[in-house]
């Protein structure tokens, strides 16, 4: 093969020297518009298959915390018209589940495309790359095959988990973008009724009032807009990631989204009790939330509480004011992406790393494998297929004010299948026209490019039909699953009784995983022991189980594990871990 003419690779170097001083926000002189009009800007790419959004943008935007308390599945409180009118041009995955429900193993799973076991990380304080396998990233792919990769806010959970470095340069193009005022989240900026500072879960703010009159997901947000606009004018494919932090505790938003949100209208959870029959291995104590001072003021007996009604309900209001407020930040992003012309040839992706219990089962945090926890909403929109055709310059997603849009939008397109986060690698690969993955082998540690989750894409114009014909062939006695349609996620405890560590134990102290299946009609959990020093769980060794029936159970509170046989879920359970 011949060299690379000297001139061309001057050329190409000059065009990345131009583009990371515009993505740090400097000035670009003279000499750099002259070299960017002679540079070539096609970068090699593997071979790809052609996908729907062939050489589509990439905008991946994940939440910290966020349930799918929406108006697109139903929420009929809420308001969220941003990120509905989204859904109304997405097609929307109702049952879509995280493999663990804590920040850094859900988010190092879904962009690696594996599942705990593989990646190793339960807990917040060991590098995959290190302790597992150095395996390759969904935007590293991206930034292997010619992409600008990009990354604003909490994408990777900092911190050991992403090397303290959100795995740059491994990742991103550029060193990734945190706010400024992040680093103030925990601390005392609270305004009580005593007038004090406090560090508060409920913590409706004056916003002026704030360290530099902001807060870190606005600074995001702008963030984000600055880089659209940076690669508008570059021309060069991108996957820019953005992720906020709301409604992640504690629950700090701008105060005027409180109105949204009269305290009368907020009842408690359906089912705020523990329930009677839950095995005591499966409960979290919610120590973090615990440790915020209005909640140390309350006294709350451990582990179980409960918290008073009124403070319930107030904990309630927040995260739905919250949730508006990420809404805000979601429609001004969009609208940026409709102003600098990119809603036609930009892939928009939206979901969340993990739910949160807001008092179902007397729970007020994540940390378990009920549906509170592990579900999440996930939505595509992909120029062209999720819906029409859409011309340049033509508006998709004009901003809409929550405290003054009450919309009935519906999702484009929906789907019931049972998914998981971990499938967003070779999903996002495929729909971008980029060659998919390979499925990972049974051992595949020493793999670097291979994914654990398959591709949804074969659902996205499935029909709700064929959904209930699967359903039709199950028997009376089970609610029977397909390979296709079956989500697993796993928590660890450190005992069989809740522990001030049971919500985070650290890996050396975890003694037993509880393994959860989700089909479409059944949760079914066994906790298992398990040996941190060879990462093994042994079956034979069942401490307890839960088995839902979400058709007659939808809020899982009725176990029915010791009064039913469940030998095909435990076989199906045992078979997922071999394969």
Not at 341 to 354: E, K, P, Q
Request: glycine share 6%.
């Amino acid at each position: 093969m011949a060299a690379a003419h000297p001139l061309c690779a001057a050329a190409r170097l000059w065009l990345w020297l131009w583009l990371w001083l515009c993505l740090l926000g400097l000035p670009r002189g003279a000499s750099a518009f002259a070299l960017e009009a002679a540079a070539t800007r096609r970068l090699h790419t593997r071979g790809a298959a052609v996908g729907p959004g062939d050489g589509m943008n990439v905008l991946f935007i994940v939440v910290d915390d966020l349930r799918p308390v929406l108006g697109c599945y139903g929420d009929k409180l809420v308001k969220s018209p941003n990120i509905d009118q989204l859904a109304s041009q997405s097609i929307v995955f109702s049952n879509a589940y995280a493999q663990q429900a804590v920040c850094a193993p859900s988010r190092v799973s879904f962009l690696t495309g594996r599942r705990p076991d593989t990646t190793r990380l339960y807990d917040f304080y060991s590098y995959w790359r290190v302790h597992a396998g150095n395996y390759s990233t969904m935007p590293q792919y991206f930034k292997e095959n010619g992409y600008v990769t990009l990354s604003v806010g909490k994408v990777f959970h900092p911190g050991v988990s992403s090397n303290y470095s959100d795995d740059y340069p491994y990742s991103w193009s550029i060193p990734p973008f945190h706010p400024s005022t992040e680093k103030y989240e925990n601390d005392k900026t609270c305004r009580g009724k005593d007038g004090k500072l406090h560090a508060n879960l409920v913590c409706p703010v004056d916003v002026t009032e704030m360290p530099s009159g902001t807060l870190p997901d606005i600074q995001s947000t702008e963030e984000a807009i600055r880089l659209l606009n940076v690669m508008k004018t570059n021309k060069q494919k991108f996957f820019l990631a953005v992720g906020y932090h709301k409604p992640h505790i504690p629950l700090r938003y701008p105060q005027e989204f409180l109105k949204l949100y009269p305290l009368e209208n907020i009842t408690l959870a359906p089912d705020p009790w523990v329930p009677e029959k839950l095995p005591s291995v499966a409960y979290n104590p919610w120590m973090d939330i615990r440790q915020r001072d209005d909640v140390e003021a309350l006294n709350v007996s451990f582990p179980y509480g409960p918290l008073p009604d009124v403070f319930q309900r107030q904990i309630r209001q927040s995260y739905y004011a919250a949730v508006s407020y990420l809404d805000m930040q979601v429609g001004l992003l969009l609208n940026a992406l409709d102003d600098v012309g990119l809603s036609n040839s930009t892939i928009v992706v939206f979901t969340a790393d993990h739910g949160w219990s807001l008092g179902e089962h007397g729970e007020w945090a994540k940390y378990s494998n009920f549906d509170v926890a592990t579900r999440v909403p996930l939505m595509f929109y992909v120029p062209g297929m999720t819906t029409s055709s859409v011309s340049q310059g033509e508006r998709v997603f004009p901003y809409l004010d929550p405290f003054s849009h009450i919309l009935s939008l519906v999702p484009q397109g929906r789907s019931k299948k049972v998914v998981e986060l971990v499938s967003l690698f070779s999903t996002l690969a495929e729909l971008a026209g980029l060659q998919v993955p390979p499925a990972c082998p049974e051992t595949s540690f020493h793999v670097a490019l291979c994914t654990e989750g398959a591709s949804i894409v074969r659902y996205f114009n499935a029909s709700e039909e064929k959904v209930e014909e699967e359903k039709d062939v199950c028997d009376d006695t089970y609610r029977c699953f397909n390979e296709e349609s079956v989500a697993f996620s796993q928590y660890p405890r450190p005992a069989d009784t809740p522990q001030w560590n049971s919500d985070k134990p650290k890996l050396k102290d975890i003694r037993i995983m509880g393994y959860s299946m989700r089909t479409i009609d059944c949760r079914y959990t066994v906790w298992v022991q398990f040996n941190p020093n060879n990462f093994s769980a042994n079956f034979e060794d069942v401490h307890a189980g839960e088995l839902y029936v979400v058709e007659t159970d939808p809020n899982q509170d009725y176990n029915i594990y010791n009064n039913t046989s469940h030998d095909c879920f435990f076989k199906k359970i045992l078979g997922f871990l071999k394969h």
